[in-house]
């Protein structure tokens, strides 16, 4: 089946502009990830959906990033006012839900590069 | 301050040698997971330890789990050069509203 995708996968933007980067889920998982990835680091946790509602936003670095899902699948990451500083690879992930255990599934990811 | 720590973080090693990579945190945590990660791609998950004792293994790949430890084993059998690639583990627990908390990656190159 399909997995969890991203688009764009490439983002060049100036500093100071506004973007959106979108993620499908896996059709049927309920709790959705966002977190952004540094060159030869690790994921960092950004925000937590679990349905339509963000059950975990503390990972957002400040009010420049805001993420949305409204219906329950989709999500948009939002990022105002961008600076140099937000170039990453920005991953999201979904799982199945509940706290059975908690194996996420990721997509490509989108790397935005902040000129 | 919840914390995983991977060791090593790097790793240079010959085909056929055989290594383990090891992960400790610094929580109770029954959950543990282990994700691949190829350069320039995203992160593939390969084992999910869900109890004291757990041993999972995928062709040349072993992960273990030792909950009293707060330590995992990722075990490479006669490497191969298509296992070069970045290990990541990651635990959950309640005191991380099941968040996961990821080790930095271990960096594994499999010269031939």
């Known amino acids: 089946g399909a997995g969890v995708s991203q688009t764009p996968s490439n983002k060049v933007t100036e500093k100071g502009k506004y973007v959106e980067l979108r993620c499908d889920p896996i059709s049927g998982h309920t709790a959705l990830y966002w977190y952004r990835q540094s060159l030869g680091q690790g994921p960092e946790f950004l925000i937590y959906?679990?349905?339509?509602?963000?059950?975990?936003d503390s990972g957002l670095p400040n009010d420049r990033f805001f993420a949305v899902r409204p219906e329950g699948s989709v999500s948009t990451l939002k990022i105002q006012r961008t600076e140099r500083g937000d170039s990453a690879v920005y991953l999201c992930a979904s799982s199945p839900g509940g706290v059975a255990y908690n194996e996420q599934f990721f997509g490509p990811g989108t790397r935005l590069t902040v000129l | 301050e919840l914390k995983v720590e991977q060791n090593p973080l790097f790793l240079s090693m010959q085909e056929g040698k055989n290594y383990t990579i090891y992960c400790n945190y610094s929580?109770?945590?029954?959950?543990l997971y282990w994700y691949r990660q190829d350069p320039g791609k995203s992160l593939e998950s390969l084992f999910v330890l869900l109890s004291n004792g757990a041993v999972k293994q995928e062709g040349r790949l072993m992960a273990s789990l030792d909950t009293k430890a707060r330590l995992s084993t990722l075990h490479i059998t006669a490497a191969v050069h298509d296992l070069s690639a970045t290990y990541f583990c990651?635990?959950?627990?309640?005191?991380?509203?099941?968040?996961?908390?990821w080790g930095a990656g271990t960096k594994l190159i499999i010269k031939p």
């Open positions: 929580t109770t945590s029954d959950r």
């Open positions: 990651a635990v959950d627990t309640v005191h991380s509203n099941y968040q996961l908390i």
């Open positions: 959906f679990q349905g339509t509602g963000a059950a975990d």
